[in-house]
Antibody
Framework: QVQLVQSGAEVKEPGASVKVSCEASGYSFNYYAIHWVRQAPGQRLEWMGWINAGNANTKYSENFQGRVTFIRVSASTAYMELSSLRSEDTAVYYC????????????WGQGALVTVSS | QSALTQPASVSGSPGQSITISCTGTSSDIGSYNLVSWYQQLPGKAPKLMISEVNKRPSGVSDRFSGSKSGNTASLTISGLQAEDEGDYYCCSYAGSGNWVFGGGTKLTVL
């Protein structure tokens, strides 16, 4: 069965960087994109961008341009790195399977809580 | 890219039908049949309920249906059940590889 398993919770100081991993199983990883979505406490879902797991092409939301990087590190794992962290980046970060510009996000990771605090 | 507009809350009694609207622009909802809907229960990851305006993934109840007219998409839940209570988000493709979510709607089953 399709599964996306993310890394655990992180606590970071302002100005630091954080990496969140997303390990996929149960499907052909290269055939899909991995989207990243975050949700601040009590707030809405916010789309961050995607990485094509086949050719590693990326698209970043303009809201995160220059601060976020998506990396395909293996045949089943992708990473999201967010730099220059500030308190407003405290959120649950999700990875989700989808396509670049088709369909919907049909499988989601369990989420990784990133807390930014001094 | 501005968030899509959803009502903050809707409510209904068991057995009733409710509709959640999602309003965008001619650059997102109005241009693409790529609207999806997600259910999020407290403390859980979102779950895909509808993709591409009106397609139901395997395993999703046929009580859930989607539609679109112009720049507005809608999610209808018929035969409301207590287990449907949660937050619902719409999402649309916005061109050039971009996607945008709505502000979310809290559904209360009375």
């Amino acid at each position: 069965q399709v599964q996306l398993v993310q890394s655990g919770a992180e606590v970071k100081e302002p100005g630091a960087s954080v990496k969140v991993s997303c390990e996929a199983s149960g499907y052909s990883f290269n055939y899909y994109a991995i989207h990243w979505v975050r949700q601040a406490p009590g707030q809405r879902l916010e789309w961050m961008g995607w990485i094509n797991a086949g050719n590693a092409n990326t698209k970043y939301s303009e809201n995160f341009q220059g601060r976020v990087t998506f990396i395909r590190v293996s045949a089943s794992t992708a990473y999201m790195e967010l730099s220059s962290l500030r308190s407003e980046d405290t959120a649950v970060y999700y990875c989700a399977r989808g396509f670049e510009h088709a369909g919907g996000f049909d499988f989601w990771g369990q989420g990784a809580l990133v807390t930014v605090s001094s | 890219q501005s968030a899509l507009t959803q009502p903050a809350s809707v409510s209904g009694s068991p057995g009733q039908s409710i509709t959640i609207s999602c309003t965008g622009t001619s650059s997102d909802i109005g241009s693409y049949n790529l609207v999806s809907w997600y259910q999020q229960l407290p403390g859980k990851a979102p779950k895909l309920m509808i993709s591409e305006v009106n397609k139901r993934p395997s395993g999703v109840s046929d009580r859930f249906s989607g539609s679109k007219s112009g720049n507005t998409a809608s999610l209808t839940i018929s035969g409301l059940q207590a287990e449907d209570e949660g937050d619902y988000y719409c999402c649309s493709y916005a061109g050039s590889g971009n996607w945008v979510f709505g502000g979310g709607t809290k559904l209360t089953v009375l």
